[in-house]
């Protein structure tokens, strides 16, 4: 994915009453926001069911799409690329922002294309999970691909330093080994290793 977005997550209550409500918490007004290109930052005040006042953080985050790429029976591309947040490079499975109007499907392969120069004939969905439940509504749909095709095309090499293949058996021992930090790349891998 091209962007990372850190920020911290707080709770402030305070002493005013709230009218009670049948969910958890309720919004009652957005006290502040950040719009960026690709996600809105929100700090909402809200009424909880025990009748307190709180803030909350809310991200409006774009879906994204990731896929393990098998270019043989036990081996996978992965794209290493620089991480600002993190000040490193980080090895991952590619993956991307689902853009308007695009199924998850479609971006995948778009994304694969872009980072990597392949094509992809087969996907199959793996999974899809919330990789920040706690202030976010962003969720990243998982896949593998099958059938891979080399396209005569540049990568942005704006954005991946380089395009590396492994065995599955290496990626899991990354893992292990806490070489690979990437939750996408750790959640894709540990089903594909339960399913062999």
């Known amino acids: 994915m091209s962007a990372v977005a850190r920020v911290s997550f707080f709770i402030i209550e305070t002493s005013q009453p709230a009218t009670r409500n049948a969910k ?5 007004q957005s006290l502040a926001s950040l719009g960026t ?3 809105m930052v929100y700090l909402d ?23 393990v790429p098998f270019v043989s029976d036990n081996e996978i591309i992965m794209v290493r690329q620089y991480r600002y947040a993190l000040e490193r490079e980080t090895l991952e499975i590619p993956a991307g922002k689902i853009d308007r109007g ?3 499907e479609e971006c ?21 999970y919330a990789p920040a ?29 380089s395009i590396e ?26 089903f594909i290793s339960s399913l062999i």
Do not use: C
Not at 24 to 28: A, F, G, L, T, V
């Open 24 to 28: 958890m918490e309720q919004k009652i």
């Open 37 to 39: 290109k690709n996600f």
């Open 45 to 67: 005040e809200v009424s909880l069911r025990n009748g307190r006042i709180s803030k909350r953080i809310r991200i409006d985050h774009p879906q994204a799409a990731a896929i």
């Open 102 to 104: 695009e199924s998850p």
């Open 108 to 128: 995948i392969k778009r994304e694969l294309v872009e980072e990597t120069g392949f094509e992809v004939q087969s996907i199959e969905w793996l999974y899809t």
């Open 133 to 161: 439940i706690g202030y976010s509504n962003e969720l990243i749909y998982l896949y593998v691909g099958r059938d891979l095709k080399k396209l005569e095309k540049d990568i942005d090499e704006n954005e991946i330093s």
């Open 165 to 190: 293949i492994f065995t599955l058996k290496e990626v899991l021992g990354m893992i292990r080994d806490h070489k690979i930090l990437d939750s996408k790349t750790i959640i894709s891998l540990a």
